[in-house]
């Protein structure tokens, strides 16, 4: 069975700060997806980032920045000189490719981590 | 319009009630999601929807009752609902191509409160 570890409930930094949101996750595929998902207090999920398992290239984006290791099963979020508008919720996800002819697959959510930006 | 649209923000209703959740989604997606979201627990799925056809029913109690019309709607009949059921309810949608690979886009979700 897969399974998503956020071990960070809750994160408080100042603004201008880096902080990192740590995702482990545990699965027994060799091909899977990897998401990272925004919720800011509004509700809606925000989709950020998918990775698959064979594509092992950190990616940045502005400020955000994505540490995939296979090696540890780690899949880590970090957001430099961090703004308020960055306090939400975030969501790591893992979904494995499994094709059932009916196009439904499995997509496990962590916990959470809640972020505080504080001005 | 907004990818993907819930209604109504807020309901709130009592045990004997019944009431129904709204999804519409503008994205020409495929598949639809219900997905339950409780204080300290992750996102539990509920419903998958392909092409109008259920392909998922997570063990969920049936007073909850889900309905597709068509690929961009999506209802959650409720009723006889339990206080512990009071949760925000997300509707998503995705592309899904049957490769697991599909981001979802989630609407601002249902705020239920059950008295």
């Known amino acids: 069975a897969q399974k998503v570890t956020q071990a960070q409930t809750e994160i408080s930094v100042v603004e201008k700060e880096d902080v990192t949101l740590d995702c482990v996750y545990e699965?027994?595929?060799?091909?899977?997806?990897l998401f990272w998902y925004k919720q800011p207090p509004s509700g809606e999920l925000v989709f950020l980032i998918r990775r698959n398992s064979f594509d092992e290239q950190n990616e940045i984006s502005g400020r955000y920045s994505w540490n995939f290791q296979k090696s540890t099963s780690s899949f880590n979020f970090t957001i430099t000189a961090s703004q308020v508008v960055d306090s939400a919720v975030y969501f790591c996800a893992l979904s494995e490719a499994r094709y059932s002819g009916a196009g439904s697959y499995q997509l496990t959510f962590g916990k959470g981590t809640k972020l505080s930006v504080i001005p | 319009e907004t990818g993907v649209t819930q209604t109504p923000r807020h309901l709130v209703m009592g045990m004997t009630n019944k009431k129904s959740l709204k999804c519409e989604q503008h994205?020409?997606?495929?598949?639809m999601y219900w997905y339950k979201q409780s204080a300290k627990k992750p996102l539990e799925l509920m419903f998958v929807y392909n092409f109008k056809e259920q392909t998922e029913n997570n063990s969920v109690p049936s007073r909850f009752s889900p309905e597709c019309p068509n690929s961009s709607h999506l209802f959650l009949h409720l009723h006889t609902l339990q206080p512990e059921d009071s949760a925000l309810y997300l509707c998503a949608s995705s592309q899904e191509e049957g490769l697991g690979n599909s981001p979802l886009h989630f609407g601002n979700g249902t705020r239920l409160t059950v008295t």
């Open positions: 994205l020409g997606h495929n598949a």
């Open positions: 699965t027994r595929d060799t091909t899977y997806y």
